[in-house]
């Protein structure tokens, strides 16, 4: 970013853009995802997954081992987005102010003046979340829920579009902190990597026997189109018998687990789906949408007393609520 964008902007949002045609729509995604399996082999689905929770206005959780690709795949995203792109590597040490900002005095105009901290982007990299301490973490707590800061009384809107993309390393457990509840709920999908096949991996070896992908990468889309398609989405059709559909699910999950589904989820459930209608090609939602979105919208949200993965109970939800 530039010194004059690395100001928060703090005049009226302008208005909203026109919403893409459904075929526009379709079109957009599938140029995106094209542009970044150019430097990701082998992960369509997961770069669906973080278009469904940019066009759903959400935040992504990305688990898994290191060296799979999870920071690579955020970088290509952003790179055909042509958006702005910031990092934050987070730390035992990192502190709530170096991700949102801090208040400096600046002796010539003897007051104060915000100096912006990186989680101002479109596009913001929390890299191994799971290494900083809660205090830190719930940093992210205001903006990934409201897309602004608030320092010292002032509000700050965060740029828009914007989404955090966070991930975590899940094989170090007793060197890392477990993410608050109130985080985690606030992370509207949550997703895997895996390893590659073994022809997956044999290409991107051959793809990175040089320089790597990522710096020759170009947009092909821009910040105004993913405005335009957040409009498309938004206009999608969500019927009553769908909604109770999803009502039904939630309450399902809160009879079998001591934690299930918010509110909150039920609402990303329901976006999600809508952005999934318009990949396609529909402009209202079936249930087949809310069951293609639910594990990966819902699973992280579900906690047992057991060892059941919440995803199984959010599986077994969608086999035994019938659909009405």
């Avoid at 100001?7 to 379709?26: H, Q, S």
């Avoid at 278009?51 to 290191?66: H, I, K, M, Y």
């Avoid at 479109?122 to 191994?128: I, R, S």
């Avoid at 399902?252 to 609402?267: E, F």
């Amino acid at each position: 970013m530039t010194d004059a964008d690395a100001v928060p902007d703090t005049e009226p949002r302008e208005e909203e853009p026109t919403p893409l045609d459904l075929d526009e729509a379709a079109e957009l995604t599938s140029r995106i995802i094209d542009n970044v399996e150019r430097v990701i082999v082998g992960q369509p689905d997961a770069i669906e997954h973080i278009l469904v929770t940019l066009f759903a206005r959400g935040n992504l959780l990305l688990e898994d081992v290191p060296g799979v690709g999870k920071t690579m795949l955020a970088r290509a995203v952003a790179t055909s987005l042509d958006c702005s792109f910031n990092r934050v590597q987070f730390t035992p040490d990192l502190l709530p102010s170096d991700v949102t900002g801090v208040s400096v005095f600046n002796e010539k105009t003897r007051e104060f003046e915000f100096q912006p901290g990186p989680v101002f982007g479109n596009v913001v990299l929390g890299d191994e979340i799971n290494r900083a301490p809660p205090k830190t973490q719930a940093a992210l707590l205001e903006v990934m829920s409201e897309q602004q800061v608030t320092v010292d009384g002032e509000t700050y809107p965060v740029p828009d579009p914007f989404i955090v993309i966070a991930t975590q390393n899940d094989v170090e457990p007793g060197r890392t902190y477990e993410l608050p509840v109130a985080e985690v709920d606030r992370f509207t999908k949550k997703i895997r990597l895996g390893y590659p096949d073994e022809a997956e991996e044999t290409e991107l070896l051959g793809r990175l026997t040089g320089k790597h992908p990522i710096e020759s990468l170009d947009p092909v889309a821009s910040v105004e189109d993913v405005r335009r398609a957040r409009e498309t989405v938004a206009g999608v059709t969500v019927r009553e018998p769908v909604r109770s559909y999803i009502t039904r699910l939630a309450g399902y999950t809160r009879d079998h687990a001591r934690l299930g589904v918010s509110p909150r989820g039920a609402i990303a459930l329901v976006r999600t789906s809508q952005v999934r209608a318009v990949f396609e090609g529909r402009d209202y939602v079936i249930p087949d949408d809310v069951q293609t979105e639910a594990p990966t919208v819902w699973g992280h949200r579900v906690r047992t007393d057991t060892d059941v993965d919440g995803t199984a109970i959010v599986e077994r939800a969608l086999e035994e609520v019938a659909v009405e």
